[in-house]
């Protein structure tokens, strides 16, 4: 059974950083990529970055320049790492997994037809 499992939120000042993780547990084929979503309050569930098959990664215009996705594929995790973060980055973060993912650049991802595997969100708050 695969799990997906997130780490590393928590609350910052704005202005500081924060390194997500994303753990995953079981075997995945791998012809499946990952990304980042977000769910800010009253907002419906957002891309953030996401890794395509080719190893090129693609942002959110709102992350761009600010935040990074990188994947370590012999420990099976997936990172997130944000600086200068704002308060309008305070959200629940989650990982996803999916063949979609792999084709589509996040920002034309609706998290809605992103079926595979997810993870349980991590909580990022960001305070001014």
């Known amino acids: 059974q695969v799990q997906l499992v997130e780490s590393g939120g928590g609350s910052v000042q704005s202005g500081g950083s924060l390194r997500l993780s994303c753990e995953v547990s079981g075997y995945i084929d791998s012809s499946v990529c990952m990304a980042w979503f977000r769910r800010v309050p009253g907002k419906e569930r957002e891309g953030v970055a996401s890794?395509?098959?080719?190893?090129?990664?693609t942002y959110a215009d709102f992350v761009k320049g600010r935040f990074t996705i990188s994947e370590d594929s012999v420990n099976n995790t997936l990172y997130l790492q944000m600086n200068n973060l704002e308060p309008e980055d305070t959200a629940v973060y989650y990982c996803?997994?999916?063949?979609?993912?792999?084709?589509?650049?996040?920002?034309?991802?609706?998290?809605?037809?992103?079926?595979?595997?997810w993870g349980q969100g991590t909580q990022v708050t960001v305070s001014s």
């Open positions: 890794i395509l098959s080719d190893g090129s990664a």
């Open positions: 996803a997994a999916d063949r979609i993912i792999c084709t589509t650049e996040i920002e034309a991802l609706l998290w809605t037809i992103v079926h595979n595997y």
